[in-house]
């Protein structure tokens, strides 16, 4: 295979900015890819948020000044090398040290800036990728301003983009006057539809459109993303993507998910030997202040937002608790979740702990010392928790969704095949029946313990599914 030049763009890359999945996502899958002898590289905004220890780490690069209609703004570019790959940071204080990430009344500038910024700064680096990689609706302007002006210059010319939709519900979506008044490209765009969605600029779409190829995360949301249910009102523009738009799961990297080293969690192990799962869940019980009794476990480290099944739980917890069970919840979102979670903790305290926050360090010692990993989810596009569980022998409990559909099997008693416990449809009393379905193979100590070691040597590294990605560049390479 031909060594390729590829630039990955994203909005957050872990470590060093995370709020969800597309973070996991681009700071360990340009890993996978770079192992296999190519140059990639990635770039980010430099948030505000970016912890000093990597700001000591960055080094100065370069810096210019782009044309946004009739704006005109500074952008620096810092690097750091991070195993082994190039991570560039777009830097303009003005546009990224603001209290959150995608909340700023401003944030069609803040991405609109950042997509021209990343284009400008490739000559200027004289790094001239094969294929630009672009995430989710903050890079849409990317493949806009490619099709419109840059794809005519002969730096740019060959360049081909692949889009990826995390997750299609967060589109960017904002007044028609920005085609002029920060765009500033073609009206072509507008009138023919590429950019225009109920009469809005939609990032999300243009990046859906303009791109050389679409993916999603996982075949089962590739697939249900093209029907009108899933498809939060851009199924046509999938549809007409035909075989341009390709499911590709998410991996997740092995290096940070891995039991045998994890230093956030309470003691190591592995499937061999699980005593240090027991102790994770003992000290995770103790920390929690919940008693030290054998019962099953149950974890969630979520956003807390309406796609993730919060009101299942909230309607199914009165009865889950009348059982046998623990309860450990670490999630942040919409106050009204919080406040529900609030009470039942209130109600239920030598049974359910609710954590509000995000921390990282607690969510692997959740992952490591849970029996049961629940995620009753809405849609999910694929979904990193069930993996994540899956490496540290904690069970998954899912709805049959996107991504989870396409990762966790219902596990039979008798034949012993299947991962996890499943429910189809959205419903109490579905999620209910499948908890309890989990607590009564729970007692039955050996297949409980041969299905932990079971999950634990599945392998969702991206080992799989960076070659998916290798061929799509090639196929486009050749086209
Ligand atoms: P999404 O991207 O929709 O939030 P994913 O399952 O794809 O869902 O990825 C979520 C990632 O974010 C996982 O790595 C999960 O552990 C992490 N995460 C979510 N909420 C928190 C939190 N409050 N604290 C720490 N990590 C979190």
């Known amino acids: 295979?031909?060594?390729?030049?590829?630039?990955?763009?994203?909005?957050?890359?872990?470590?060093?900015?995370?709020?969800?999945?597309?973070?996991?996502?681009?700071?360990?899958?340009?890993?996978a890819i770079k192992k296999g002898g190519h140059d990639i590289r990635v770039v980010m905004p430099q948030y505000g948020q970016l912890e000093e220890d990597y700001l000591q780490q960055l080094e100065h690069v370069l810096n210019f000044r782009i044309q946004l209609a009739w704006r005109n703004e500074y952008v620096g570019?810092?690097?750091?090398?991070?195993?082994?790959?190039?991570?560039?940071?777009?830097?303009?204080?003005?546009?990224?040290?603001?209290?959150?990430?995608?909340?700023?009344?401003?944030?069609?500038?803040?991405?609109?800036?950042?997509?021209?910024?990343?284009?400008?700064?490739?000559?200027?680096?004289?790094?001239?990728?094969?294929?630009?990689?672009?995430?989710?609706?903050?890079?849409g302007p990317l493949p806009l301003f490619l099709s419109d002006t840059y794809c005519h210059r002969d730096f740019y010319q060959s360049m081909k983009t692949v889009f990826t939709i995390h997750n299609l519900l967060y589109q960017g979506q904002f007044g028609s006057e920005l085609v002029d008044d920060l765009l500033g490209v073609h009206h072509r765009f507008w009138e023919e539809g590429y950019i225009r969605h109920d009469n809005l600029v939609n990032y999300m779409k243009m990046g859906i459109l303009l791109s050389h190829r679409v993916t999603t995360v996982s075949k089962g949301y590739a697939q249900e993303i093209r029907e009108p249910f899933f498809g939060a009102?851009?199924?046509?523009?999938?549809?007409?993507?035909?075989?341009?738009?390709?499911?590709?799961?998410?991996?997740?990297?092995?290096?940070?998910?891995?039991?045998?080293?994890?230093?956030?969690?309470?003691a190591?192990?592995?499937?061999?030997?699980?005593?240090?799962?027991?102790?994770?869940?003992?000290?995770?019980?103790?920390?929690?202040?919940?008693?030290?009794?054998?019962?099953?476990?149950?974890?969630?480290v979520t956003r807390l937002v309406d796609e993730k099944g919060l009101d299942l739980i909230a309607y199914s917890m009165e009865e889950m608790m009348q059982d046998e069970i623990q309860f450990v919840l670490l999630g942040s979102g919409l106050p009204h979740y919080e406040e529900m979670l609030k009470r039942i903790e209130a109600h239920y305290r030598q049974k359910a702990t609710i954590q509000?926050?995000?921390?990282?360090?607690?969510?692997?010692?959740?992952?490591?010392?849970?029996?049961?990993?629940?995620?009753?989810?809405?849609?999910e596009p694929c979904g990193l928790s069930q993996l994540i569980s899956f490496r540290y022998g904690t069970i998954p409990v899912v709805r049959q969704v996107g991504g989870l559909k396409d990762t966790v099997f219902p596990f039979d008693a008798q034949t012993q095949s299947g991962n996890g416990f499943t429910f189809e449809s959205y419903r109490p009393a579905e999620l209910l029946k499948a908890i309890r379905q989990a607590q009564e193979i729970y007692q039955k100590r050996d297949i409980w313990q041969q299905l932990v070691q079971k999950v634990m040597q599945l392998d969702y590294s991206w080992e799989r599914s960076k070659d998916e990605y290798l061929h799509l560049?090639?196929?486009l390479l050749e086209e």
């Open 473 to 475: 560049y090639q196929e």
């Open 233 to 266: 009102g851009l199924d046509y523009a999938l549809r007409m993507k035909g075989e341009a738009l390709r499911g590709i799961i998410n991996g997740i990297s092995y290096q940070e998910f891995d039991p045998r080293t994890d230093k956030r969690i309470y």
């Open 77 to 139: 570019i810092n690097t750091l090398e991070h195993n082994g790959v190039q991570i560039y940071f777009v830097d303009n204080q003005n546009f990224f040290h603001r209290p959150t990430l995608y909340e700023s009344e401003d944030r069609h500038v803040q991405f609109a800036y950042f997509c021209r910024g990343v284009l400008e700064m490739l000559p200027r680096l004289d790094f001239q990728p094969h294929i630009i990689h672009c995430n989710d609706w903050h890079t």
């Open 268 to 300: 190591n192990y592995d499937e061999e030997n699980l005593q240090g799962k027991k102790e994770n869940k003992r000290k995770l019980q103790q920390a929690m202040g919940l008693p030290q009794e054998d019962v099953p476990l149950v974890g969630m």
């Open 356 to 379: 509000i926050g995000y921390d990282e360090d607690l969510a692997h010692r959740i992952y490591a010392g849970s029996d049961l990993f629940l995620m009753p989810s809405r849609f």
């Open 1 to 31: 295979m031909k060594r390729l030049r590829v630039l990955f763009v994203a909005s957050e890359v872990a470590p060093f900015v995370k709020t969800g999945g597309l973070a996991d996502v681009a700071g360990s899958l340009p890993t």
